[in-house]
């Protein structure tokens, strides 16, 4: 049975929050200091209120009123202990980008976002797909494979793929300093570990100095050349410097979004 992923397995506990008595002009300065839309009111570490971005812009030609006179009174919460699909409901329904989590004791703990939630529901995507690259290649080559969670160096990395694109390697970028970092999934070899799914997370990540990433590997019981494996080899491709990063042309999926959007327009 699967493990029930609770809002404290994926919310922001280092919380910036703003006093009542704050100004809106103080209260804005921490705003644009984050990357939330709104922040919680606190007073002694407890969760009074919260506000929001458009509340601050409301007010902006007041910027010494204080924060307790422009918040409006009741504040939706959640608790670390709850489900994170019921936290995603509530964000939904209520049209909020940003939740507060509060303890039993109303004790300010932390934040739960859109991003939050889109990285819990990814990264539990990943375990499927790396049961069905297992099961494909025991039923191909006839072997047993182990699976292990593991952090492993780029530099060890031989890839599959023959080619990136540019606007997705600053996508990606753009969700590694969010937080959202999928696991990368690799079959170990010998003397390297052969990259099947991830090339553009790594090759973003690298472009950033990062030297490490996390990945499932899969382990098998005998060292067997796999079919992308030797079709790789053929390419050339053994270094993530083989991989060519296309410019100037979008990835497939920007491409096929935008040209439904201009059929429908």
């Given at each position: 049975?699967d493990k029930?992923?609770?809002v404290?397995?994926y919310?922001v506990?280092?919380?910036?929050?703003v006093?009542?008595?704050?100004t809106?002009?103080?209260?804005?300065?921490r705003?644009i200091?984050?990357?939330?839309h709104?922040?919680?009111?606190?007073?002694?570490g407890?969760?009074v209120?919260f506000?929001?971005a458009?509340e601050l812009l409301?007010?902006?030609?007041?910027?010494q009123?204080k924060?307790r006179d422009?918040i409006?009174?009741?504040t939706?919460?959640?608790?670390?202990e709850?489900?994170i699909?019921?936290?995603?409901?509530?964000?939904?329904r209520?049209g909020l980008?940003?939740?507060?989590?509060v303890?039993?004791?109303?004790?300010l703990?932390?934040?739960i976002s859109?991003?939050d939630?889109v990285r819990s529901?990814i990264?539990?995507?990943?375990p499927?797909?790396?049961?069905?690259?297992?099961?494909f290649l025991e039923s191909?080559?006839?072997?047993k494979?182990?699976v292990?969670?593991?952090i492993?160096?780029?530099?060890a990395l031989r890839?599959t793929?023959?080619e990136?694109?540019a606007?997705e390697?600053?996508g990606?970028q753009f969700?590694?300093?969010r937080?959202l970092?999928?696991p990368i999934i690799?079959?170990?070899?010998?003397d390297?570990?052969?990259?099947?799914d991830?090339?553009?997370r790594v090759?973003?990540?690298?472009?950033?100095?990062?030297?490490q990433?996390s990945?499932?590997?899969?382990?098998?019981?005998?060292?067997?050349?796999l079919?992308?494996?030797?079709?790789?080899k053929e390419?050339?491709l053994?270094?993530?410097?083989?991989?060519?990063?296309?410019?100037?042309?979008?990835h497939p999926?920007?491409?096929?979004t935008?040209?439904l959007?201009?059929?429908e327009?």
């Amino acid at each position: 049975m699967d493990k029930k992923i609770r809002v404290e397995d994926y919310m922001v506990k280092n919380v910036v929050s703003v006093p009542p008595d704050f100004t809106v002009e103080e209260a804005t300065k921490r705003l644009i200091s984050t990357e939330f839309h709104g922040l919680p009111v606190a007073e002694n570490g407890r969760l009074v209120g919260f506000v929001t971005a458009k509340e601050l812009l409301r007010a902006a030609s007041r910027p010494q009123a204080k924060i307790r006179d422009i918040i409006r009174r009741g504040t939706i919460s959640v608790n670390p202990e709850m489900d994170i699909d019921d936290a995603a409901r509530i964000l939904f329904r209520y049209g909020l980008r940003n939740l507060p989590v509060v303890d039993k004791d109303g004790k300010l703990v932390g934040m739960i976002s859109n991003i939050d939630i889109v990285r819990s529901h990814i990264e539990r995507a990943t375990p499927n797909k790396v049961l069905m690259i297992k099961t494909f290649l025991e039923s191909k080559h006839k072997i047993k494979i182990a699976v292990r969670r593991r952090i492993i160096p780029i530099e060890a990395l031989r890839p599959t793929q023959h080619e990136v694109y540019a606007d997705e390697l600053r996508g990606r970028q753009f969700e590694i300093r969010r937080g959202l970092v999928e696991p990368i999934i690799v079959v170990q070899k010998r003397d390297y570990y052969l990259l099947i799914d991830g090339h553009h997370r790594v090759l973003a990540a690298r472009a950033m100095g990062v030297r490490q990433f996390s990945a499932f590997v899969l382990e098998p019981n005998i060292d067997v050349e796999l079919g992308l494996e030797k079709t790789a080899k053929e390419r050339g491709l053994l270094t993530m410097d083989d991989v060519k990063i296309i410019e100037g042309s979008h990835h497939p999926l920007v491409e096929v979004t935008t040209r439904l959007i201009k059929e429908e327009s």
